[in-house]
């Protein structure tokens, strides 16, 4: 077995506060209930049609597609066309970086590992998210989904990234509070760590490194 030398993590959920409470606060804000979101995805993956939110995800539509995707879909559910102009604004409004995840980052890297950035994300928000923590000093390669064309947990998102970054899946932890992502990269022989809190996503990693 080859010797761990990189971290890889996620973004949200991982190095911020939850997105549920994000999403719960948005919903709370333009006054749908999550019920609703639920039957009017369920509404579009009946007709086949692909997942706006994915699409998104993997910049195959913009921000503002995705909302008048988003807001047909509802209409129908709601009984009138809701305004959904701020999705991204009022999601990242409710979301705070998550201190004990970044300092567990810089902790890696001060002990000599290598650190990557693998995120599910949207090509209209890249400034925002980056706003929150300083990206570029704590990881050396950024994969963005809205950027490459493919999402987690798309076993072709991880092996680009260990291209990138020109390892082996066995030399890299990834780090995923969502567990079919994390399942995908062990998939491929990477170590996997299911983030559910700091305390445990830390100690797992630590162990790992240890
Ligand atoms: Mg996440």
Redesign the pocket.
Known sequence: MSRIEMVIS?????LTTP?FEAFASFQDQVGIPPKSFGLAMKAIAEKGEPNPLFELECGRITELEFQQQLAAALEPVLGHRPEIESFGMLLFEALDPNPGMIDLIREVRRDGFRTSLL??NVKEWEATWRSMMPIDEMFETVIDSAFVGCRKPDPRIYQLTLERVGLEPDQCIFI???EI?VDAAKELGLHGVH?RETAQARAEVHALLA
């Open positions: 996620d973004f949200g959920g991982v997105l995120t599910n995923d509070d969502m992502n983030f």
